[in-house]
């Protein structure tokens, strides 16, 4: 009686151990990649993004290094959008008296502004999507 007692005890403590994990759009992964520009270049820098379509309010986002690489930590698995943005590089006029103010992220080293195609730079206009479907993940993206 007690091995059965003890066997029913361990299941349902097990089942319930199961039942404790995140669901599957609260879970996160690792993504590393490269964001390259047409042609092959790599982008010399900026900040990728990826926004889970299904709980719209999470978002995991990191630095592009000045080689075009990126390593994400908490993306949301799951169906996501990306955009990438690099507008903080842009060249600011010194001569008009503008200074970086204090606290604001510094760019990765050698990391510097390029063109890239607009449609990218937003979640409402960019066409980039993945499905982050293991931890961890790896997505190269290619900026047409």
Request: net charge positive.
């Amino acid at each position: 009686m007690t091995t059965y007692l003890f066997r029913a005890l361990t299941f349902c403590a097990g089942i319930a151990l199961l039942g404790c994990g995140k669901p599957p759009e609260e879970r996160s992964a690792t993504v590393t990649g490269k964001v390259t520009l047409a042609g092959g270049k790599p982008l010399t820098g900026g900040t990728i993004h990826f926004r889970s379509t299904v709980a719209v309010h999470r978002v995991g986002s990191g630095d592009v290094a000045a080689d075009g690489t990126y390593t994400v930590k908490s993306v949301p698995m799951g169906p996501c959008k990306v955009f990438v943005e690099n507008g903080f590089l842009r060249p600011v006029d010194k001569s008009s008296g503008y200074t970086m103010p204090e606290g604001v992220k510094q760019p990765p080293p050698g990391a510097k502004w390029v063109p890239i195609p607009q449609k990218y730079t937003a979640e409402n206009s960019t066409d980039l999507t993945t499905d982050v479907n293991a931890d961890p993940f790896t997505y190269n993206v290619e900026l047409k």
